[in-house]
């Protein structure tokens, strides 16, 4: 199904009975990211999940922004349009934020917010000052056409790759192209230079369930996570698993998502 929004034409696929949970994807990804855990997901709740504008099905007009309001305000038009009350949002990597900042503007909509290695790179720069010489260098070298440094780069920045993980498509690899492509000519920096609002979340931590995987201790994402609890005082909790978890392990991610929405009712 699609939703006309302003300058965007968003692909969403909503399934299931019960309780309403929205999954939101990260970068190089969209709503496929999360079939199979969705698969199990959908016996016990009502699961949303959308392509991210600019992101496979995710059309968009000549001038769409991609800052980290207009990917929020796609969010909550979604929310609003499908009328969800009482929702738990999940957010994946870069998905995080954006189901951070939904908690901000329609906070009476949100149960609760999960949100698994959300890589607020911002939130390490105290410990870590090189972290914005690395945005501006992928930056750089992305604009000087090195295309393939950039994404072994990126790669390398994300942690860990799981053994476990099923092999990909020649179908999925090539939309994995086009979609890091879009990431790192249009999401890249409003991404990798979002600053929470600390006080906000602080407040509202009671509301909020960090994640991070384990077998990625010690990444830059791990590092974010951690640093996000410990400021904001809210819940941390370890999987066993690798950034992309929800792809990599589909069974366990739903498992953890299923315990955590149980601990929070």
């Known amino acids: 199904m699609f939703f006309k929004r302003k300058d965007v034409n968003l692909y969403y696929e909503r399934e299931g009975h019960g309780p309403e949970v929205l999954l939101i994807h990260g970068a190089v990804a969209d709503a ?12 016990f709740f009502t699961v949303t999940t959308y392509d991210r504008r600019g992101n496979s099905r995710s059309s968009y ?14 969010a909550v038009a979604l929310i609003e349009m499908l009328d969800l009350k009482d929702v738990v949002v999940v957010g994946h990597s870069a998905g995080g934020m954006i189901a951070l900042e939904t908690l901000k503007k329609v906070p009476s909509r ?9 890589p607020m790179l911002m939130l390490t720069k105290e ?13 750089g070298i992305n604009k ?26 020649k179908e999925e690899k090539i939309k994995d192209r086009n979609n890091f492509g879009h990431f790192i000519n249009h999401e890249f920096l409003p991404f990798s230079f979002y600053e929470p609002d600390m006080e906000f979340f602080k407040i509202n931590a009671s509301y909020i369930t960090a994640m991070a995987g384990d077998r990625n201790y010690g990444s ?17 909790l370890s999987t066993a ?20 929405i149980e601990c929070i009712q």
């Not at 000549?62 to 309001?69: I, K, N, P, V």
């Not at 000087?144 to 990909?168: M, N």
Request: glycine residues 8%; hydrophobic residues 35%.
């Open 110 to 118: 949100i149960k609760h917010i999960f949100v698994y290695e959300t």
């Open 32 to 43: 496929g990211y999360f079939s199979k855990s969705r698969d199990i997901l959908k016996r």
């Open 144 to 169: 000087a056409g090195e295309h393939k440094q950039v994404a072994k780069e990126f790669g390398l920045s994300i942690g860990l790759l799981d053994e476990r993980a099923p092999k990909k498509s």
């Open 241 to 260: 698993g690798c950034h992309n978890y929800p792809y990599d392990l589909p069974k366990d991610f739903a498992v953890t998502v299923l315990g955590a």
């Open 61 to 74: 007009e000549e001038g769409a922004a991609f800052d980290m309001e207009e990917q929020t305000d796609d």
């Open 220 to 236: 830059t994402y791990h590092k974010a996570m951690t640093e996000f609890s410990r400021i904001s005082g809210c819940e941390l």
């Open 127 to 139: 410990y870590d000052p090189s972290i914005v010489d690395w945005v501006y260098h992928m930056d």
